[in-house]
């Protein structure tokens, strides 16, 4: 290999667009397909029949209908409206292995190929009244296999695409996309081309299988008979089986382009099945519906919160605290009271705070017979609060709402469920700030230290300190919580 020369890639010298003119046509006169019909035989003879016949480079394109059929994927159905409704259903459920978004009664899923369609594909329509109609289990491969019989019978090297008409997101309307293709090009990426202005094409990929299809509906219809048509002109999309492009007929490709399309490495990644064109549910910028999507979020917005002890030093946004301190106050409370503080303790009130903390702590573990090395490493326990990029302490305010009794009991009992709307709140804090991407923990010391607390910080005697709460983005990705069976936390008492 010499400087600047390419090492072993394809290069794609040509755009995507035709060389030239591109006719298609549906011929008439097809027959019903029934189970175990010479499809090819059938096709074969038909295409080469009609006035355009068949031609090295042409592009086969049928409905997938037409597969249904002779692959037996054609179910009997009852003709009451009920009935063969609640067996649509029931087959739609078979036919997929993920619901991606419900919409009134339809349900938009995924099947098993990957493809993302209103109710799996399963459909009632060019059927008998007494069928609905699967879709063909692998139409990349029946492609496969009609294309390699028609090159056979015909001797005409073709393309084969499978099609069925779905809906798009974004758009009202349904087109014809490939479902299975074999022979040709399904996607033609520009990555690294340069247009004649010296721009960079960076994310263009154009997925010619699916534009192929969609004009091939122009001719085929709905209504008229026509589920086949061909499509001539797009010989420079055809490739081999190794990929490579076809030179029976692509000899218009090299040099015919206004830019230079570097190829997308070998041959061999050369995109070819209409599989290829599938994007993953996980890759997906929408992969869920929105309802779907919300409900999931609304469904882990509790157990996403977890006790994050380790911070990056991205700062926080101020505005973002000021946000979950705003949901946190939400949480309920008695006698329609709001008694919750949440003081942000920031500069050197935080480093006077933390300073006594751990002075009374100190003392308290001096007290319990706690030296050296064990000392240290219990005050060492309370290092989060000073290296956390915020601090948030909560409060519950006695004097903001709580009722007085004249007996020690109910005053006590008025305690405990001011005490108790405070911890739903600062749970609330947290979740919150999981909801917005911030880690957090809540740490006890504070409570241990109420007066120390309100002095540092001289907020008024009637706020009884719940905590702290460190904030911050963590430092690592905080791994989703395990499923976790209520079991014996949850008692049922009739
Ligand atoms: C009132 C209270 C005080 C806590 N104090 C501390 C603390 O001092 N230090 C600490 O590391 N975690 C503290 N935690 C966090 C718990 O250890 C943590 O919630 C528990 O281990 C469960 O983990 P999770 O929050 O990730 O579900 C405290 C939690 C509560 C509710």
Same mark, same amino acid.
């Given at each position: 290999?010499?400087?600047?020369?390419?090492?072993? *890639?394809? /290069?794609?010298?040509?755009?995507?667009?035709?060389?030239?003119?591109?006719?298609?046509?549906?011929?008439?006169?097809?027959?019903?397909?029934?189970?175990?019909?010479?499809?090819? #035989?059938? %096709?074969?003879?038909?295409?080469?029949?009609?006035?355009?016949?068949?031609?090295?480079?042409?592009?086969?394109?049928?409905?997938?209908?037409?597969?249904?059929?002779?692959?037996?994927?054609?179910?009997?159905?009852?003709?009451?409206?009920?009935?063969?409704?609640?067996?649509?259903?029931? %087959?739609?459920?078979?036919?997929?292995?993920?619901?991606?978004?419900? +919409?009134?009664?339809?349900?938009?899923?995924?099947?098993?190929?990957?493809?993302?369609?209103?109710?799996?594909?399963?459909?009632?329509?060019?059927?008998?009244?007494?069928?609905?109609?699967?879709?063909?289990?692998?139409?990349?491969?029946?492609?496969?296999?009609?294309?390699?019989?028609?090159? /056979?019978?015909?001797?005409?090297?073709?393309?084969?695409?499978?099609?069925?008409?779905? !809906?798009?997101?974004?758009?009202?309307?349904?087109?014809?996309?490939?479902?299975?293709?074999?022979?040709?090009?399904?996607?033609?990426?520009?990555?690294?081309?340069?247009?004649?202005?010296?721009?960079?094409?960076? +994310?263009?990929?154009?997925?010619?299988?699916?534009?192929?299809?969609?004009?091939?509906?122009?001719?085929?219809?709905? %209504?008229?008979?026509?589920?086949?048509?061909?499509?001539?002109?797009?010989?420079?999309?055809?490739?081999?089986?190794?990929?490579?492009?076809?030179?029976? &007929?692509?000899?218009?490709?090299? !040099?015919?382009?206004?830019?230079?399309?570097?190829?997308?490495?070998?041959?061999?990644?050369?995109?070819?099945?209409?599989?290829?064109?599938?994007?993953?549910?996980?890759?997906?910028?929408?992969?869920?519906?929105?309802?779907?999507?919300?409900?999931? #979020?609304?469904?882990?917005?509790?157990?996403?919160?977890?006790?994050?002890?380790?911070?990056?030093?991205?700062? +926080?946004?101020?505005?973002?605290?000021?946000?979950?301190?705003?949901?946190?106050?939400?949480?309920?409370?008695?006698?329609?009271?709001?008694? *919750?503080?949440?003081?942000?303790v920031?500069?050197?009130?935080r480093?006077?705070l933390l300073?006594?903390l751990?002075?009374?702590?100190?003392?308290?573990?001096?007290?319990?017979?706690? &030296?050296?090395?064990?000392?240290?490493?219990?005050?060492?326990?309370g290092d989060i609060l000073r290296e956390c990029?915020?601090l948030?302490v909560?409060?519950?305010?006695?004097?903001?709402?709580?009722?007085?009794?004249?007996?020690?009991?109910?005053?006590?009992?008025?305690?405990?469920?001011?005490?108790?709307?405070?911890?739903?709140?600062?749970?609330?804090?947290?979740?919150?700030?999981?909801?917005? #991407?911030? #880690?957090?923990c809540?740490i006890?010391s504070t409570?241990?230290?109420?007066?120390?607390?309100?002095?540092?910080?001289?907020?008024?005697? &009637?706020?009884?300190?719940?905590?702290g709460v460190a904030?911050?983005?963590?430092?690592?990705?905080?791994?989703?919580?395990?499923?976790?069976?209520?079991?014996?936390?949850?008692?049922?008492?009739?």
């Amino acid at each position: 290999m010499t400087d600047g020369a390419l090492p072993e *890639i394809r /290069r794609w010298t040509a755009e995507h667009a035709a060389p030239g003119d591109v006719t298609l046509w549906a011929p008439d006169g097809l027959p019903e397909f029934r189970p175990g019909a010479d499809l090819a #035989g059938i %096709l074969a003879e038909a295409l080469t029949a009609d006035p355009h016949g068949l031609t090295d480079g042409d592009v086969v394109v049928l409905t997938s209908k037409v597969l249904s059929k002779t692959e037996g994927r054609i179910v009997p159905a009852p003709t009451d409206p009920e009935e063969r409704d609640a067996l649509r259903r029931q %087959l739609v459920e078979q036919e997929s292995v993920r619901l991606v978004a419900r +919409v009134n009664r339809t349900l938009i899923t995924e099947n098993r190929l990957g493809i993302v369609q209103a109710a799996a594909g399963v459909d009632g329509s060019n059927v008998e009244t007494g069928e609905l109609a699967l879709l063909p289990t692998d139409p990349d491969a029946s492609a496969a296999a009609l294309a390699a019989d028609l090159r /056979r019978i015909t001797g005409a090297r073709v393309a084969v695409l499978v099609t069925d008409t779905m !809906g798009r997101a974004w758009r009202t309307g349904q087109i014809d996309m490939a479902i299975g293709a074999a022979g040709m090009r399904v996607s033609v990426g520009y990555d690294g081309a340069v247009d004649r202005q010296g721009n960079e094409l960076l +994310v263009t990929d154009v997925a010619v299988a699916d534009e192929v299809a969609a004009a091939a509906d122009l001719v085929k219809g709905k %209504l008229g008979a026509r589920p086949v048509a061909v499509v001539r002109g797009l010989g420079h999309l055809l490739v081999d089986d190794d990929g490579n492009a076809d030179p029976a &007929t692509s000899t218009d490709l090299a !040099g015919s382009g206004s830019g230079t399309v570097a190829g997308s490495g070998s041959s061999a990644d050369v995109p070819r099945t209409a599989r290829d064109l599938v994007r993953d549910g996980e890759s997906d910028l929408f992969r869920l519906g929105t309802a779907e999507a919300l409900a999931q #979020g609304r469904r882990e917005a509790v157990p996403a919160r977890r006790s994050v002890r380790r911070f990056s030093d991205a700062p +926080v946004e101020p505005e973002l605290l000021a946000e979950a301190v705003a949901d946190a106050l939400t949480a309920p409370a008695p006698h329609h009271s709001t008694p *919750i503080r949440f003081v942000r303790v920031t500069g050197q009130a935080r480093v006077r705070l933390l300073d006594a903390l751990r002075a009374d702590w100190e003392r308290d573990l001096r007290a319990d017979g706690h &030296t050296g090395d064990v000392l240290a490493r219990r005050l060492g326990r309370g290092d989060i609060l000073r290296e956390c990029p915020e601090l948030i302490v909560p409060f519950v305010d006695d004097a903001s709402g709580a009722h007085t009794y004249p007996d020690e009991r109910r005053a006590a009992c008025e305690v405990t469920m001011f005490t108790v709307a405070g911890g739903a709140a600062v749970q609330s804090l947290l979740v919150a700030l999981a909801a917005r #991407g911030l #880690g957090s923990c809540w740490i006890g010391s504070t409570i241990f230290a109420a007066d120390t607390t309100r002095r540092e910080l001289g907020v008024p005697d &009637t706020w009884r300190p719940l905590g702290g709460v460190a904030v911050g983005y963590p430092a690592e990705p905080v791994p989703a919580r395990a499923a976790r069976p209520a079991g014996e936390a949850y008692l049922t008492i009739s």
